[in-house]
């Protein structure tokens, strides 16, 4: 680490707690705190050499001239890298107050983060979505039927690479499921699997037997074999993707991550909730999973005049049931609760018309965030 001995005690007590991590974060989810960690001693040792302790650091002058430096460095750093640094530090000086530092509060507050960008839903169009679906039957090879099954499914073209033999779950009578390893967020969940989805798995393994590549120490215990390293597997997919799409005729360049707005977007208009669709796709948050789902004018008519014929009273407010945790409060029914709430709060914003009552009850949803998250570390202390 690169830090002036005079301020030792600070760098040791961030080194201990970025090591922390290692036990629940990815590698190279850890590798990137202790850069970012590397980065912002550098800058404090430089700028402020006799600062020594956890303690001592002030939003102003040393947050706010670090993240001052942040957005004066050449050449000039994205939006999404600046706020990685903010919510990594962040993150590591919550834990330090957490763990009995004398951290003064709202060393990094909201209005430090850069402004996101908002990016629209890229399904294809359903013309595209055909097309492209022929073309990879038609080809029938063992990439054509992989880039079908995420597009079936919705998972991760990743999520797929990791897929293992036995992927395929029966749960009960007529109930299968594909199971989707740990992926980008650190979980493993179920997606229900139908005919059409066993059938593809099934036509899978019928190939990969008659690959050469089967028996390679790398594909053992894996439902698409490979010769090389996982990263050679992803671009191979994405070039067999982009080369049917061209063959099929596509309007428009096509990549592995449109199958999933696609799949996201087709759940929507076939009557899918959100919140199922949020764990279809292996999503956290409720938001990540609106920037997926494409709504166009025809589907919000649609949707409301379907919706007032099957109201008997036009104007009546949904009530989303909440647990009943006044007899025996526990960490299960808050999270239930809180989370309920954040989706009350999110419908009643999608309604709302003025940008400022919008913005404020976004900033509402992320206090509730701050809760969830601060109830969780309150648990694990407990523990």
């Not at 990969?208 to 074999?225: D, E, K, T, V």
Request: proline share 8%.
């Amino acid at each position: 680490m690169l830090m002036d001995h005079s301020t030792a005690p600070l760098q040791q007590i961030l080194e201990v707690h970025t090591q922390a991590l290692a036990l629940t974060l990815r590698p190279g989810t850890v590798a990137g705190y202790r850069y970012v960690t590397r980065r912002f001693l550098r800058y404090l040792a430089t700028e402020f050499p006799q600062l020594r302790h956890p303690s001592e650091l002030r939003r102003d002058p040393h947050i706010l001239g670090w993240y001052r430096s942040l957005c004066e460095q050449q050449p000039p750093l994205s939006n999404a890298t600046r706020e990685d640094h903010l919510l990594q530090i962040r993150r590591l000086l919550n834990d330090l107050a957490a763990n009995g530092h004398s951290i003064p509060p709202d060393l990094i507050r909201r209005q430090d983060f850069p402004p996101q960008p908002r990016y629209l839903p890229r399904p294809l169009s359903p013309q595209d979505d055909a097309l492209l679906q022929h073309q990879l039957r038609g080809a029938d090879d063992l990439l054509s039927l992989a880039l079908l099954l995420t597009r079936a499914t919705g998972i991760r073209i990743g999520e797929c690479i990791d897929l293992a033999l036995n992927c395929v779950r029966h749960l009960g009578p007529e109930q299968w499921a594909l199971h989707v390893p740990l992926g980008k967020l650190h979980t493993e969940r179920l997606v229900p699997a139908g005919v059409d989805i066993r059938e593809l798995v099934d036509r899978i393994h019928q190939l990969r037997a008659a690959s050469p590549w089967a028996q390679l120490p790398q594909s053992r215990g894996l439902l698409l074999p490979r010769n090389a390293a996982r990263e050679a597997l992803y671009s191979r997919l994405a070039r067999a993707l982009a080369e049917a799409a061209e063959r099929a005729g596509c309007s428009a360049p096509v990549t592995p991550h449109r199958l999933r707005h696609t799949f996201a977007s087709e759940m929507i208009r076939s009557g899918l909730s959100l919140p199922v669709l949020m764990r279809l796709l292996g999503h956290k948050d409720i938001r990540m999973t609106l920037r997926y789902v494409e709504v166009t004018s025809q589907d919000t008519h649609r949707e409301f005049y379907a919706a007032r014929q099957r109201a008997v009273q036009p104007h009546s407010v949904p009530v989303i049931a909440m647990p009943n945790c006044a007899p025996s409060p526990n960490p299960s029914t808050i999270r239930q609760a809180i989370a309920a709430t954040r989706h009350l709060l999110e419908m009643y914003r999608r309604g709302l018309h003025q940008e400022k009552t919008r913005r404020q009850i976004q900033r509402l949803d992320h206090r509730l965030l701050a809760v969830a998250d601060q109830l969780d570390r309150i648990i694990e202390a407990e523990k």
